[in-house]
């Protein structure tokens, strides 16, 4: 296995011999240290195709930003890696999220001990930039002892950073993973939270990523709301771009879902807290962990499930004031955040509420709702089967490919132009389309990690499969990456946790001309050959990528393109695959001569058997996956990009 090392500054390749040093490029110093078992040191940074995050910290945020992975690499933070900011002294690494990393450290000569969070991979005009002034002018606006305040904003030595008030007693989050909270205990923290969203509401903020992991508590235990890096600003233009859903899925209202950012107000708000609140008295979210592609529809169209199906004794009054603050239309909902606390404070106090406990009819009614899949099946039955005709003619180009790779023949899974004959989308979703590449070549555009599958099953273990790709562009400042994937299965941990596990060969040849100008990115520029795990829990998706070892460490090696001058820049890649291993040959161009790398079924397996390649998720399940199989899906691989493919052909190798 390649122990090839990257810096977390600017991903260039780092010397392999070298544990500690500066990196060439960017001066930034870096140490290594196998075998660092601390939870700290064994985090780090990488941007590009190896990471990605589906929300703000968990779920969907509408873009792409890095994401902390874990793998062979350990990382140490080094004292000269934390940043230098007038008057503040003793740092001390506290985490990395979404958007950034948060240190602790002492304000002098006052002494008060602040949290001072720093922009990562920062650049300029980057929607990064956009979400840090957006958090900035949202703290600063709101003034109420439940909002965390902002002590200094400023730029250093790793970007833009601002200050703020430290609490070391943790989050919502880490409390219910710790004890369970009382029905009282939960109804004041969102009492508390409710008051704070309403005081941020009366300045023309709308939050949308209320959660536990958002809420902290100070010192004497009172609670304080943080993180407006998605807030709504009434009177500036929302951050968020037309279509893109952005929030936390677990918790956010089905308007919030539609993408629409016109229809989310202050009501949207108070269906997080009611979210919130049903997680705090039943420990279970109002929608089950599932599939971005699952989950929205479920939100958009499916009310809130009683709390009292997973509480039977819970106070059916408290039951009554959770589903109205989460009630699937918003005018059904509390008017404001102070009313759903008032609520509250009533039933603390055993006075009559606004929320009225469901009557039957009211509870038929709802389940009626919940089933009327199952009532439609019946009254629909006879257009039903029509349907089902119709099904089975459009899963028809499938069934026609593997009948031909059976008997023998060569297939062509996509043309010279035109789309592909069959496809499903293994991660992601986009629109198919011809018009990107500006030859009638099929394209899509991506903004996160997306597996587009071209072929189910091979049909046969010895095969020959050969690809045109060509990287359009790319889709923001993010690392942006194109290639193909195969060898893709899905596994589940001990613990329940789902995860996808494929070998991807990708490349990026869309790169700013004053990159292409460093001596460091044009030596090391190629062609990756990674395994990679990603998987889902607690709301976040993660990955942990291993580069595959293979015979040729220096081939597969090219000059890239730049934005200017990347013209039609077609790409071949073509498999030999066996069960023995995978030959890849790589033809940057038609004058250039093949380039190839054997990656054996040894290194294909390392990953299962070799207990220190083992991955784990953030909360120590192993993630197992199976071994290495030639007759397992292949298709096309993007990250943050429009990519375009055509002569995508199959044969088997068994007829030579």
């Known amino acids: 296995m390649s122990s090839s090392r990257f810096c977390q500054h600017c991903n260039i390749q780092l010397p392999e011999e070298s544990l500690e040093g500066k990196c060439t490029s960017c001066g930034s110093a870096y140490s290594f240290v196998n075998d660092l078992k601390t939870p700290q040191a064994t985090e780090t940074r990488r941007t590009g195709e190896d990471d990605f995050v589906v929300g703000s910290d968990l779920d969907v945020t509408g873009e792409h930003v890095p994401s902390t992975i874990r793998d062979d690499r350990t990382a140490v933070v080094l004292k000269s ?40 991979h920062f650049a300029a005009g980057s929607r990064m930039r956009d979400r840090f002034m957006n958090e900035v002018r949202a703290h600063a606006k709101i003034n109420h002892p439940g909002i965390v305040p902002i002590y200094e904003v400023g730029e250093c030595s790793h970007g833009p950073y601002f200050t703020m008030e430290y609490h070391p007693n943790g989050t919502l989050s880490d409390r219910l993973k710790k004890r369970v909270i009382d029905d009282h205990e939960a109804a004041q923290i969102v009492v508390e939270a409710a008051d704070a969203v309403h005081a941020a509401h009366l300045q023309g903020i709308i939050h949308r990523d209320i959660k536990p992991s958002n809420i902290l508590f100070s010192a004497e235990g009172r609670v304080k709301v943080t993180d407006f890096g998605l807030a709504k600003h009434a009177t500036s233009e929302d951050i968020t771009q037309t279509g893109f859903v952005i929030g936390t899925l677990t918790y956010m209202s089905p308007e919030q879902a539609c993408g629409d950012a016109s229809k989310v107000t202050k009501s949207s708000d108070v269906y997080c807290l009611g979210s919130t609140l049903f997680q705090l008295v039943t420990r279970e979210t109002v929608r089950r962990k599932a599939s971005i592609q699952d989950s929205i529809p479920r939100i958009v169209n499916d009310p809130t499930p009683s709390p009292m199906k997973f509480r039977p004794d819970l106070c059916p009054v408290l039951d009554a004031i959770i589903l109205k603050s989460t009630a699937h239309r918003p005018e059904d909902r509390y008017v404001t955040a102070e009313a759903l606390a008032n609520d509250l404070r009533k039933w603390e106090a055993g006075e009559p509420t606004e929320a009225k406990p469901l009557t039957r009819s009211q509870k038929i009614r709802r389940r009626l709702h919940r089933n009327r899949v199952a009532l439609a099946v019946l009254i629909m039955l006879p257009f039903l089967i029509a349907a089902a005709t119709v099904v089975k003619r459009e899963s028809e180009p499938k069934r026609q490919i593997e009948r031909a790779l059976a008997r023998g023949e060569k297939v062509t899974l996509v043309g010279e132009t035109g789309l592909p004959k069959w496809h499903v989308w293994d991660m992601g979703n986009a629109e198919l389309s011809t018009t990107i590449s500006g030859d009638d070549a099929a394209s899509h555009q991506t903004q996160v990690v997306s597996l587009l599958r071209l072929l189910d099953d091979p049909m046969t273990d010895s095969y020959r499969v050969s690809f045109d790709i060509r990287h359009c562009s790319k889709w923001d400042n993010s690392g942006s990456y194109v290639g193909i994937y195969f060898g893709y299965t899905n596994g589940v941990t001990a613990g329940k946790v789902p995860f996808s596990h494929f070998i991807a060969i990708n490349f990026s040849d869309v790169w700013e001309n004053a990159e292409l100008l460093k001596p460091d990115v044009a030596a090391n520029h190629g062609v990756k050959i990674k395994d990679y795990v990603i998987y889902q829990e607690n709301e976040n998706y993660s990955s942990k990528v291993c580069h595959v070892s293979y015979s040729e460490p220096n081939a597969l090696f090219f000059t890239p393109r730049n934005n200017v001058n990347i013209g039609n820049c077609w790409r071949t890649i073509v498999l030999d695959v066996t069960p023995n291993g995978v030959l890849v040959s790589w033809i940057p161009d038609k004058n250039a001569p093949i380039q190839t790398a054997y990656v054996t079924k040894t290194h294909l397996d390392e990953f299962v058997y070799v207990s220190r390649f083992a991955r784990t998720t953030n909360a120590g399940e192993k993630m197992i996956p199976e071994y290495w199989s030639p007759r397992r899906p292949i298709g096309i691989y993007s990250v943050s990009a429009a990519v375009a493919y055509r002569n995508v052909v199959i044969e088997s190798l068994k007829n030579d």
């Not at 002294?89 to 999220?97: L, Y």
């Open 81 to 120: 890696q934390f940043p230098n900011i007038l008057s503040h002294t003793d740092f001390e690494f506290v985490g990395r999220g979404g958007m950034g990393t948060v240190y602790r450290a002492i304000q002098r000569p006052t002494d008060r001990i602040v949290a001072v969070k720093v922009v990562s």
